[in-house]
């Protein structure tokens, strides 16, 4: 476990240090960390505040600034529902709230085994073939309530 | 074996391209061309089939279809219930003016050759003769004013950029495409991602730039696949590196990867994040085109601004300027979104109006239900009623009444819509996003929000309305960016148009029986 760790440390560091130097390097890190942790672990602050030599509060306030950055793990399974306005004329108010219903959680939770997490999305680009959702990172359009069947049953 | 086309575009994929995609490389053994989308979104996926006549369009197709399909003659052109004839002899695309979208869906997205062989290329070669100046000037003749939004003379900026003394300077694309009911961005990048690279080069080339940045929203998967792709092509193709074309200049183009948040779209937002901060509105002096990226001059354009330049070159500004409408010249990439029949994108001149592409080109909802109103330009745009349909769509027409063309995104509205739900959603939207620099935007998105659910509970309603329309004021002239400035923009236009929805003039219903 422990070399796990550490090689999972291991990994962040180089995620990390690849970064610094380059335009937006921050960024560039906090989106690799992310992308490979599924969060940014707090341990992770005052690395990058040391690699970019900037204070910790500002690499806070970067990680809470954008929503794709996340300050604990989510679901094995994230479903993310578009809320904005093409996708709302052909009723995904309706259908998020059907979707939250039978997984008996609200918008931006977890199901408490920690299988599902169901999030906002503001456009897809999807907007011609609405209502649209990311499904553990593949796109579906003109989803309809059956598609968290699946995700809602082994629920039970 | 006839070439076989299925789209890898994410309207495509997110309707099972992928599956349709295998399941013809398993049953015929070849592996179908991934080309971009037509831009006719109720057809994905559109399978098409090379035929001596052209191609044939069949759509939209599902995995299961195929074998059915290839089985009644598919490979041949033959007919079947999903078959549209000739892809190019479709009235919704025959109707287009396709001149930025002219290859989108008709190449193989990431082949420098086809990309060549279809009029690809002609106009960094021109730009490769000219001097940066004589660049800029065909920018500034072809009046191309920036399609993120803003519509701003694309030529001013180029000419100061160009004007601008600096050891460095950059070329920004601007793909942070975060409006509901626009995917043209999307589409072209994905479709036809070397004519946004070109476009970039060759802005490089006019204002004298040699590093680029794309900075993508992360909510496009496919399309930061595909252009990962294609800037690894023109890099091995000379399109990109230290000689671009043997022309002895430099330009590097990277993608730098957003992470949520649609303020970036904003340009000096955009700059803080591709710095590595906080998307936090810069305000403005100094410009951009001065004081950029890293405090040096930066070119910051949209991508089908940028993606409208190798045209322009190739043919000449004038050719550009001489299709459109008064100051809105050349064509605009339409999208038609949200509860439509016939959803996508159609690219035209200038001037067509509203109904023109919500019923002739859209053929109205899609629920079958009357159309009740379409919100033009985004999230910051107007709800137009259909009394209003005929007004032709240009800059200058939809500034007469307060609302703006945008990025071209038209999101159609069924009559059950609610509209006062649709304006609180506004602020919410707009609290959801502010970056939260200035008050009127951080504190009054939220205050309009409260204010609105009040109206909505029918409380107060005309002392509250009135409350609103003070907060509008307020937000639209001392917000710093269009974030807060525009917010009012789809609230007022719900105000004015249907004043039924917030019961306006309404007694108060929550007083009664209390009485």
């Known amino acids: 476990m422990a070399e796990n760790l550490s090689q999972s440390q291991r990994v962040n560091h180089d995620l990390i240090t690849a970064h610094v130097g380059e335009v937006g390097g921050l960024m560039r890190a906090l989106n690799a960390l992310q992308e490979h942790d599924g969060y940014i672990d707090a341990a992770n602050v005052p690395k990058l505040a040391k690699a970019f030599n900037i204070t910790k509060a500002e690499v806070k306030g970067v990680i809470s600034f954008y929503d794709d950055f996340t300050r604990a793990p989510k679901g094995k399974h994230v479903i993310r529902i578009c809320q904005a306005e093409a996708c709302q004329a052909v009723g995904s108010r309706v259908l998020t709230a059907v979707a939250l219903e039978k997984l008996g959680i609200g918008l931006g939770e977890t199901t408490p085994d920690g299988r599902v997490t169901v999030e906002a999305v503001y456009c897809l680009g999807l907007c011609a073939s609405g209502p649209a959702a990311m499904v553990d990172g593949e796109l579906k359009g003109r989803v309809t309530a059956g598609l968290f069947d699946a995700f809602a049953e082994d629920e039970a | 074996m006839s070439k076989i086309y299925v789209p890898l575009d994410s309207s495509a994929v997110a309707m099972g391209a992928d599956a349709v995609a295998e399941k013809i490389e398993a049953i015929t053994g070849t592996t179908p061309i991934r080309n971009g989308s037509r831009g006719m979104a109720w057809l994905e996926p559109l399978v098409e089939v090379e035929t001596p006549e052209g191609r044939v369009a069949y759509g939209p197709v599902t995995a299961d279809d195929i074998e059915g399909l290839i089985h009644d003659g598919m490979l041949e052109g033959r007919a079947h219930a999903l078959c549209h004839g000739l892809t190019d002899e479709i009235p919704f695309l025959k109707n287009q003016e396709r001149l930025t979208f002219a290859r989108c869906g008709i190449t193989d997205p990431l082949s420098v050759e086809d990309y060549a062989a279809h009029g690809g290329l002609e106009g960094i070669q021109k730009a490769i003769g000219m001097s940066a100046e004589a660049i800029c000037e065909e920018v500034m003749t072809s009046g191309l004013r920036g399609r993120g939004g803003a519509a701003f003379p694309a030529g001013i900026k180029w000419n100061t950029v160009q004007g601008a003394d600096a050891d460095q300077k950059y070329i920004v694309c601007n793909a942070d495409e975060g409006d509901s009911g626009t995917f043209a961005d999307r589409m072209i990048m994905e479709g036809d991602p070397l004519l946004l690279i070109e476009g970039m080069v060759i802005a490089g080339l006019g204002v004298g730039a040699t590093k680029g940045y794309i900075y993508l929203r992360s909510e496009y998967p496919v399309a930061k696949r595909v252009l990962a792709a294609a800037i690894d092509r023109a890099y091995w193709k000379g399109l990109l590196g230290d000689d671009v074309l043997g022309s002895g200049k430099a330009f590097h183009l990277e993608l730098f990867m957003g992470a949520g948040a649609y303020i970036c779209g904003e340009e000096t937002s955009l700059l803080e994040s591709l710095e ?18 890293n405090g040096k001059p930066t070119l910051v354009h949209n991508v089908i601004s940028l993606c409208a330049v190798p045209t322009i070159l190739a043919k000449g500004g004038e050719f550009y300027r001489d299709i459109g409408m008064g100051r809105s010249t050349g064509t605009m990439p339409f999208q038609i979104a949200g509860n439509v029949a016939h959803g996508g994108l159609v690219e035209k001149a200038f001037g067509i109006t509203l109904g023109e592409l919500v019923n002739d080109f859209g053929g109205g909802t899609r629920s079958g239900r009357p159309v009740k109103a379409a919100q033009v330009g985004g999230p910051l745009g107007a709800y137009i009623p259909v009394g209003k349909f005929d007004m032709p769509m240009d800059y200058e027409t939809f500034g007469k009444i307060g609302a703006g063309v945008g990025h071209g995104g038209i999101v159609v509205f069924d009559d059950t819509a609610d509209m006062a739900a649709q304006a609180k959603y506004a602020f919410d939207f707009c609290a959801h996003e502010s970056c939260g620099k200035c008050t009127p935007c951080r504190i009054g998105a939220v205050r309009g929000s409260e204010v609105m659910a009040k109206v909505i509970a029918g409380e107060d309603v005309d002392t509250n309305l009135e409350l609103i329309e003070d907060l509008l004021e307020v937000m639209e002239d001392g917000s710093l960016c269009a974030m807060g400035g525009m917010t009012p923009v789809p609230v007022k236009s719900v105000l004015e148009y249907f004043p039924e929805a917030v019961g306006r003039g309404q007694k108060d219903i929550s007083m009664e029986g209390g009485e």
């Open chain 2, 276 to 293: 590595g901060k906080r998307g936090q509105v810069r305000a403005k002096p100094p410009l951009p085109a001065l004081e950029g990226l």
